[in-house]
C-alpha cells in the first residue's frame, strides 16, 4: 500500500471508519505521506526547508501525478509548511477517493436527523490493521524498518498518532521509535519535523 | 516564510489566503479578549473601593500609551520569529535561553493570575445578582464551580467562541458600554463634569502607582494578536494593525468608562460608592448607575452581557494558559505529556485539563478557608496578574532590543532601539510606583509582608526558571539546545535523538 493510504488507515477507526484525528492535522499529516510517496520515489528531495524537484517524469500514480505538477507549475513556492498547508486542504479527500477507487475503502452513508453523513469504511478490516500492527512489530521488538515503514513511523509521531500504534507503553518502543525517526534519510526526517512543528502550530494558533 | 505572490495568479496562494484571517476578525479577538464588560464593571469600581484609585482615567491613558510604544519593538519582532504569541519566545531569541526559560515560568504564574480570579469574580457576582433577583441563597463557589466546569469541558472539546458569536457579543458589549457611558456622562452628580481623574498631574499622585496595575489588568488580551500571525492574509501588516487599532480601543473604552463613572457619582464620592457597592447584596457599581437612569430592563441585559463577557474572558484565558503549557511540553521545558495532541478535537488535553484541576485547587482553597472571592481572589490575583504582565512587557523589550542588535532585519531605527527604550523607561517608571505603592493597591497597611509577598513572588518563580535552565543544560542538552527556537527551525530539528535498541547497537551511530 502506499504511504497515504497506510497512514490514512493507521489515522482511522477501523469499525466506525471516523478519523482519529482533527481535520487539519490529518490533512498534514497526509500531505506529508503524498510529498513522501513522491520523495520515495526518487521525484522530489529536501533540504533547508524547502522542497526540491528532482524528477519531473509523471509518476505512476494519478494522485502522485498531480501534486508533483501542482509543485512544478509553482516553482515560487518551495517553503515544507506552505505544501503541507495547501495539499493538506484537500488531502483527506483525495486520498480517501483513491483508496476507493482502489477498493481499500467503501462509502458507507448514515442518515441522522439533520443531515447525511458519509463515512469511509475500510473493505477489509484485517488489512487496514496491517499497517499499524506491522510498525507495532517492529518497534516493540527493535527490528530493522525500511524507509517507507520509517516515514510512516514518522508521520505518526508528527502527528501524535504514538500512543495509538504503541498502546502497550514500553519506554524503549518509544526510544526506538525516536531513533529511527532520527535516522531517516534527510530529506524525510525534514519532512517528518516540519508536519510535527506544523501540527503544533495549528493547535497554538487556535486553528483546531 | 518567502513568499513572493504573483499577485492573483498563484493558485496555492489563493487557496490558502481562503481560510486565513483578516485584519477585523483579529481586532475582535483582541478587543474580546480584553473583555471590556468584565473589566469596566468588575474591575474598575473594585479597583476604586479597593485602592481608591481616583486617577484611573488617567493611568488607563497612560498604561495605554506605554503599551502602544512597546508594541512598535514587539509587533515587528514577532513578524521574525516562531511561536510569536509567547512572551519567553521573544525573551529567547532576544536574551538567551536562561532568561527565556525564567520568562516562561513567569508567563505562566501571569496567565494563570488573570486567568483564575475570574472564576471568582463570576461567582461573586453572578450569585449576588441571583440572589438578590430570584430570592435565593447561592454561594458564590456554586457559581464559580459552574463557571469552572464549562470552561474546563469547552476547553477540553476545543470549543471556542466562534468568530461570528464573538463579534456579536462583543459589538453588543461595546453598544452597552458606550450607552451606560453616555448615560453617566449626562446626568453628572452635582450638576458638573470635572476632567480632574484625566489629568496627567495624575502621575505624581500616591495612588497612581495602584491606578497603573489595576489599568494594565484590563489590558490583558493585548498582546494576543501576534497568537494568530501566521494565520493572517498579510503577516507584516495584520499583527501590527490588529493589536494598534485594538489598544486604541480599548484604551479609550477603558479610560472613558472609569471617567464617566466618576462623573455620574461625583469624583469625591466614586471612592465610596464603589465600597457599597461591593457587598455581596448591592448592585454593581454600574448597573446601579444604569438602572437609575436607563430602567431595570435594561440593567438586566448589561448583567447578561457582563456574565457572558467573563465567560468569554475565561474561556480565552484558559486557552492561553493551556496554549503556553502546551508549547512548553512540546519544547520538553515542561514535562512532555502536557505536549499531546492527538485528539479527535485537536485540543491540547493535557494542558488544558491541568489548567483547569489548577483551578479547581485554588477554588477550593478559597472556599474552605472562607476567603474573600471578590477582593482576594478576583482582585488581588487579578492584579498580580497585571503586575506580571508588567514585567513580561519589561523582558520583551529589553528582549527587542537584544534580537535586533544582532541584525537590524531592515526595521528602522525607531522601531528597533528608540521606541523600545522609550517603553523600557515607561514600564521601568511604571514598575516601580507600582511595587512602592503596592500596599495601597492592596488596601493594606504600609508594613503588611503581603505588598512584598505578591510582587516578589515574580523573582521566585523567576530563579526557579533560571534553575531549571540550567537542570536542562545540564541533563538534557538536546532540549535545551532548541528551547523557545520553535520547531520551525529545521536547523534546530526537533527530534528526540533516542536509543537505539541494544541489537542495533553495535556499529550504529547515533542520528540527528
Sequence with gaps: MLVADEFYHVAQDESSGKPLLHARILGLGLAAAL?????????????????????????????????????????????????????????????????????????????????????????????????????RRFLTRGEQLNVHDGLLAGLVFATDLTRKVLWDGQPQSFQYLAWVISNLPPPLRELVAKTHSAAGNVVVAHRT | MAEQKPAGRSFVSAALAEDRLGIPSVIFFVVSAAAPLTVVIGLVPTGYA?????????????????????????????????????????????????????????????????????????????????????????????????????????????????????????????????????????????????????APANIAGVGFGAAVVIAI??????????????????????VAVSTFVGLSIIGLLYAGSAWAMSVATGSDQIVAKSAESLAPDAAPLVLALAGEHLGATFADIAFVLFSTSMIAASISFHNTVARYTFALGRERVLPAPLGRTGTRTGAPVVASVSQSVLGFLVLVLFAVMGWDPLVQLFYYGGTLGGFGLLVCVLITSVAVIGFFARDSRGESVWTRLIAPILAIVAVGFVIFRAVENFYVLLNVAEDDPLRWILPASYLVVAAIGLLLAAGLKAAKPDVYATIGLGADSVANVILPTGVPPQAERAGVGRGA
Excluded at chain 1, 39 to 61: C, F, K, S, W, Y
Excluded at chain 2, 64 to 72: G, I, S
Excluded at chain 2, 74 to 93: E, K, L
Excluded at chain 2, 217 to 238: D, H, I, P, W
Design chain 2, 217 to 238: 489588568t484590563g489590558f490583558a488580551g493585548f498582546e494576543s494578536a501576534a497568537v494568530y500571525g501566521e494565520e493572517t492574509r498579510n503577516r507584516r501588516r495584520t
Design chain 1, 35 to 135: 510529498l513522501g510517496e513522491l520523495m520515495l520515489a526518487g521525484h522530489l528531495g529536501a533540504g533547508d526547508g524547502n522542497i526540491v524537484v528532482i524528477n519531473q517524469r509523471p509518476p505512476e500514480d494519478a494522485l502522485a501525478h498531480t501534486v508533483l505538477d501542482q509543485i512544478i507549475a509553482e516553482p515560487q513556492h518551495r517553503d515544507i509548511g506552505i505544501w503541507l498547508a495547501f495539499l493538506g486542504k484537500t488531502a483527506p479527500d483525495e486520498v480517501g477517493q483513491r483508496m476507493l477507487r482502489a477498493g481499500l475503502l467503501t462509502r458507507s452513508e448514515s442518515r441522522g436527523l439533520l443531515r447525511t453523513t458519509v463515512r469511509y469504511l475500510p473493505t477489509d478490516r484485517s488489512a487496514a490493521a496491517w499497517p499499524e500492527t506491522r510498525l
Design chain 2, 50 to 198: 479597593v485602592a481608591g484609585a481616583k486617577s484611573l482615567p488617567f493611568a488607563f491613558l497612560a498604561v495605554a500609551v506605554t503599551l502602544a510604544l512597546f508594541c512598535v519593538g514587539y509587533v515587528a519582532m514577532a513578524r521574525h520569529i516562531s511561536n510569536a504569541g509567547a512572551f519567553y519566545a521573544y525573551a529567547t531569541r532576544g536574551l538567551g535561553r536562561p532568561v527565556g526559560v525564567a520568562t516562561a515560568l513567569i508567563a505562566l504564574l501571569t496567565y494563570n493570575a488573570l486567568m483564575i480570579p475570574l472564576y471568582g469574580g463570576f461567582g461573586f457576582f453572578v450569585s449576588g445578582w441571583l440572589n438578590g433577583k430570584f430570592n435565593l441563597n447561592l454561594n458564590w463557589w456554586t457559581c464559580s464551580l459552574a463557571i469552572w466546569l464549562l470552561v474546563g469541558i469547552l476547553g477540553v472539546l476545543r470549543v471556542d467562541l466562534n468568530s461570528k458569536i464573538l463579534a456579536v457579543l462583543l459589538i453588543a458589549e461595546v453598544t452597552v458600554l458606550l450607552i451606560l457611558d453616555g448615560a453617566d456622562i449626562g446626568n453628572p452628580a452635582g450638576g458638573s463634569v470635572s476632567f480632574d481623574s484625566l
